[in-house]
């Protein structure tokens, strides 16, 4: 059974970073996609960013675009989310999630409904 782990949440100010880990337990390969999802009380779910198997392709929501960067440490089996230029609409709790869809394995991808596990969340507020 795969365990993702999310830790680095926490109160931060508007413009400051914060850097996201997940941390994947539990399976032999790491041919898998990965991604970033978010949800804010009151509000769905959102897609923030996601990564191929091996790092090279990523793909980012439009909200955190030119702010957020991922990436993936195949050998440590561990996603980052290197969050800049934090925003009080940023504040959500924060999950990390992973699939072996095709297409998320090779490009990386935006469906939630592709993605077959996830983390507990890490919540991430920023204040004005």
């Known amino acids: 059974q795969v365990q993702l782990v999310e830790s680095g949440g926490g109160l931060v100010q508007a413009g400051d970073s914060l850097r996201l880990s997940c941390a994947a337990s539990?399976?032999?390969?790491?041919?898998?996609?990965m991604g970033w999802f978010r949800q804010a009380p009151g509000k769905e779910r959102e897609f923030v960013a996601g990564?191929?198997?091996?790092?090279?392709?990523?793909l980012y929501g439009d909200p955190v675009k030119g702010r957020f960067i991922v990436s993936k440490d195949t050998a440590k089996n561990t996603v980052i989310l290197q969050m800049n230029s934090l925003k009080p609409e940023d504040t959500a709790v924060y999950y990390c999630?992973?699939?072996?869809?095709?297409?998320?394995?090779?490009?990386?991808?935006?469906?939630?409904?592709?993605?077959?596990?996830w983390g507990q969340g890490t919540q991430v507020t920023v204040s004005t």
């Open positions: 999630a992973e699939s072996a869809d095709y297409s998320c394995t090779r490009y990386g991808c935006q469906e939630a409904n592709l993605y077959r596990y």
């Open positions: 539990g399976r032999t390969g790491s041919s898998v996609g």
């Open positions: 990564v191929n198997w091996n790092g090279a392709s990523t």
